[in-house]
């Protein structure tokens, strides 16, 4: 595969762990991209999968990694070392891209060589289940906001895509990290004065949310141990501490002792979908704190 004169070639990178139910979908999307089917190699690591994965992935012309070592740092640094492209993209295994979405984000880079990372954007497929339903309305992983974050900027790496000379520059992602890995690259890739990044958010992925209220859960509650991880391995740049912690539960509480009295005490009821989504709320920030709080004990007992 070589570039031309116009396009050069990108490696679209995707991690997946037992995605049998949406890897399909995702790699249907990839190769009814628009941009030239010659200039863009599709790879899938696979970091250990127990399901149909490999046999769905394998259906397909795209190529097929094997990770043993689990975390999806680890399988997108697999990807990185295994690709031939000059930019690469990524994107999850359970999102699927709009036809123009590689065009896109090439065409980021086209106007200024300092473009290190061109961001696109994500937004909710077609939710099926009440859970899903309100991650749509969040809208979690809008870029705008967060790279444009004056305190901590930095961008959701599903939709994304970076010179190969990011990746020499400041290295790979973070293989320590459980979660939030993208962060911390962000913030590597930030502090770095010789890139910047472009936004684009015609560059579009359909990311298909957790299902039920207890996936929702696992996946704040591994989020809550990313960020307390950042926290340890950043401890001058990302201050938190047990005072703002206790705050947070407070809170927490707060928001549990509204939802019972609405729900038991009151003399209107809430409707069922507000009901609903207030639970769900709950449900997202409990995890969240369950696991930074964790992660903040084992770090402190890693510390000691």
């Given at each position: 595969?070589?570039a031309?004169?116009?396009?050069?070639?990108?490696?679209?990178i995707?991690?997946?762990?037992?995605?049998?139910?949406?890897?399909?979908d995702?790699l249907v999307?990839?190769?009814a991209?628009?941009?030239?089917?010659?200039?863009?190699?599709?790879l899938?690591?696979?970091?250990?999968?127990?399901?149909r994965t490999?046999?769905?992935?394998?259906?397909?012309?795209?190529?097929?990694?094997?990770?043993?070592?689990?975390?999806?740092?680890?399988?997108?640094?697999?990807?990185?070392?295994?690709?031939?492209?000059?930019?690469?993209?990524?994107i999850?295994?359970?999102c699927?891209?709009?036809?123009?979405?590689?065009?896109?984000?090439?065409?980021?880079?086209?106007?200024?060589?300092q473009?290190?990372?061109?961001?696109?954007?994500?937004?909710?497929?077609?939710?099926?289940?009440?859970?899903?339903?309100?991650?749509?309305?969040?809208?979690?992983?809008?870029?705008?906001?967060?790279?444009?974050?004056?305190?901590l900027?930095w961008?959701?790496?599903?939709?994304?895509?970076f010179?190969?000379?990011?990746?020499?520059?400041?290295?790979?992602?973070?293989?320590?990290?459980v979660?939030?890995?993208?962060v911390?690259?962000?913030?590597?890739?930030?502090?770095?004065?010789?890139?910047?990044?472009a936004?684009?958010?015609?560059?579009?992925?359909?990311?298909?949310?957790?299902?039920t209220?207890?996936?929702?859960?696992?996946?704040y509650?591994?989020?809550?141990?990313?960020m307390?991880?950042?926290?340890h391995?950043?401890?001058?740049?990302?201050?938190?501490?047990?005072?703002?912690?206790?705050?947070?539960?407070?809170?927490?509480?707060?928001?549990?002792?509204?939802?019972?009295?609405?729900?038991?005490?009151?003399?209107?009821?809430?409707?069922?979908?507000?009901?609903?989504?207030?639970?769900?709320?709950?449900?997202?920030?409990t995890?969240?704190?369950?696991?930074?709080?964790?992660g903040?004990?084992?770090?402190?007992?890693?510390?000691?």
């Amino acid at each position: 595969m070589m570039a031309d004169s116009t396009n050069p070639l990108v490696s679209v990178i995707i991690p997946v762990l037992n995605g049998e139910r949406t890897i399909n979908d995702c790699l249907v999307s990839l190769l009814a991209m628009d941009y030239p089917a010659p200039l863009r190699e599709i790879l899938v690591v696979d970091n250990r999968s127990t399901d149909r994965t490999a046999q769905i992935v394998k259906a397909h012309p795209v190529r097929y990694v094997w990770e043993q070592q689990r975390g999806v740092a680890t399988a997108r640094n697999t990807g990185i070392e295994a690709s031939h492209g000059k930019i690469l993209a990524f994107i999850d295994a359970d999102c699927v891209a709009g036809t123009g979405w590689l065009r896109e984000l090439v065409q980021g880079f086209k106007n200024d060589p300092q473009i290190g990372a061109v961001v696109g954007d994500t937004v909710a497929y077609p939710p099926e289940t009440q859970a899903q339903r309100y991650m749509a309305k969040r809208n979690p992983f809008w870029q705008m906001p967060h790279v444009r974050s004056p305190e901590l900027p930095w961008f959701h790496v599903a939709s994304t895509a970076f010179r190969r000379g990011v990746f020499s520059e400041i290295g790979l992602f973070d293989p320590l990290l459980v979660a939030c890995e993208g962060v911390d690259f962000s913030r590597r890739f930030f502090k770095n004065k010789h890139f910047k990044v472009a936004y684009n958010p015609r560059a579009m992925i359909f990311h298909r949310h957790r299902l039920t209220a207890i996936d929702l859960f696992r996946q704040y509650q591994a989020y809550g141990r990313g960020m307390a991880a950042l926290c340890h391995k950043y401890p001058e740049e990302i201050s938190w501490g047990w005072r703002r912690e206790l705050r947070a539960y407070a809170d927490l509480l707060t928001s549990a002792l509204a939802l019972g009295r609405a729900a038991i005490g009151s003399k209107k009821a809430l409707e069922p979908k507000e009901a609903s989504y207030r639970y769900l709320d709950l449900v997202r920030k409990t995890g969240a704190r369950v696991g930074f709080t964790y992660g903040l004990f084992r770090n402190e007992f890693k510390r000691g």
